[in-house]
């Protein structure tokens, strides 16, 4: 049974962190092959489940040692049924995919969990699309169509909420909050932005956060941004303004590449643990609501300890 769902505790929290950048630690940490980063496909077999559980035990740590919530996502931002079929699967197998994923983070939750660290288990989904370049855009009824398989099967499952990551265009995101308040679970969208903190369509940040709330009378529990560094998007935030007060969230890259050179780059980008944390602080100043703190590309647990011990000890 979902413990949070009527219940977000990251709305109230001072600190609550997220995971890091799962594909990209799997790949260059633990030397797994991921073709089309598809983590969930690590499901399937004992070797790469005791990966995907190293990999969560390490950031739900984090959070015990910190005396903060987490919020845990399922490995599944390629589970959507285009992308299992690229894996070889068929799209019934979708339904145990997602369950299976809950499942490994509800053994997380028991393990770490107790009354200063809270942990949320989110149903992970990704885009349709690249996640960087957005082709083949979806209207609101098609988007909400595709999703609407997978959100209502994390509905049925101790999932607390889903998260959308990577959405590059307003319609996507929409189609995905309306499949979760069909299934009546809690939704987060998280937008990922270009070198001039713009989507990949060029709408801009605010436009797109607006354009989402007016859609589905602000049905999001909250925003994101993931999958770009601070530097890109840092100075299109808006304290004033109320889309500004709707970002909640940071996963930020460790990387300050574009997309277009972290396509072409053969080595990881790692960065550095304690300049990305300054970065975070330097958010958090911006936006004070800032409360859910992760990475993407290019980090690990390495970069979400140091940004959980400036912003604890901040």
Request: charged share 25%; hydrophobic share 40%.
């Amino acid at each position: 049974m979902a413990r949070y769902r009527d219940h977000l505790p990251q709305l109230e929290a001072d600190v609550f962190l997220t995971d890091g950048g799962i594909e990209t630690s799997l790949i260059f940490d633990d030397g797994i092959d991921l073709p089309d980063f598809a983590a969930f496909t690590l499901l399937d077999d004992a070797d790469g489940r005791a990966a995907l559980t190293r990999y969560f035990d390490s950031y739900a740590a984090i959070a015990r040692r910190d005396r903060v919530g987490v919020v845990l996502e399922t490995p599944t931002w390629r589970a959507s049924p285009d992308w299992v079929v690229r894996r070889g699967y068929v799209v019934d197998d979708l339904d145990r995919i997602h369950r299976d994923a809950v499942d490994l983070l509800v053994e997380i939750r028991r393990r770490h969990e107790n009354s200063q660290t809270p942990v949320v288990i989110s149903g992970c989904v990704g885009p349709r699309g690249d996640g960087y370049h957005p082709d083949a855009l979806m209207t609101v009824g098609e988007a909400r169509d595709y999703h609407s398989g997978g959100i209502q099967t994390y509905a049925d499952t101790p999932a607390d909420l889903v998260t959308a990551v990577t959405m590059t265009y307003p319609d996507e995101a929409i189609g995905i909050a309306e499949a979760a308040r069909a299934a009546a679970i809690p939704a987060v969208i998280s937008f990922t932005v270009e070198t001039d903190g713009r989507l990949p369509t060029g709408q801009s940040l605010s436009e797109a956060i607006d354009t989402v709330d007016e859609a589905t009378g602000r049905y999001p529990a909250y925003y994101m941004v993931n999958c770009a560094h601070p530097s890109h998007f840092a100075d299109v935030l808006d304290p004033v303004e109320p889309w500004g007060h709707r970002i909640m969230g940071i996963r930020a890259n460790a990387s300050k590449l574009s997309h277009a050179e972290l396509d072409e780059a053969e080595e990881l980008d790692s960065g550095d643990p304690d300049e990305l944390a300054s970065d975070y602080l330097a958010l958090r100043r911006i936006l004070p609501g800032l409360t859910v703190l992760g990475g993407c590309c290019g980090t690990n647990h390495r970069h979400i300890a140091a940004i959980s011990s400036a912003c604890v000890a901040a």
